[in-house]
């Protein structure tokens, strides 16, 4: 059975956004980056919730030939650009997920227990659901995850 890991942003005191509702309540910096590409090394899926995805794909797709990013920072948005996305949301289309169209999936809420479900069961590496608030805490169904220890 194929392991979904779901890493959220949280601060020590268990804050998981700033009074403005953004997600990025700790540094991201060299270590965080190196977490994410130690991740997503491994993993041949990406699960995220629509806000996620959304400022993901605003950021990463063309930092892959920036000569500016770290070496990390670019490996992360190779692998993003090319690893199957799976995004829960009832409003995006596939007009909307440009320009990763043709590595997106859109799962509709009603539909989420279903969709991991199978995540889990089909053959593959690691399907990993990425450091955002909505991906772990809102949207997959804690019903349907297995316990780490």
Known sequence: MRKVIVCNIMSLDGCYAAADG???VLP???SFD??????LRVADTLLLGRPSFEAFKSFWPSVAADDNAT???QEISRRD??????????TLTPDDTDPWRDTTRIVRKAN??????????NG??????????????TCWPKASWTSCT
């Open 22 to 24: 953004n997600p990025a």
């Open 28 to 30: 991201m910096d060299a």
């Open 34 to 39: 190196a977490y994410n590409v130690e991740r």
């Open 71 to 73: 070496p990390d920072e």
């Open 81 to 90: 650009n090319e690893i199957e996305k799976v995004v829960v949301s009832d």
């Open 112 to 121: 989420v227990g279903a969709e991991l479900a199978e995540l889990k069961q």
């Open 124 to 137: 593959g590496n690691e399907s990993w659901s990425s450091p955002a608030t909505h991906s772990g805490t």
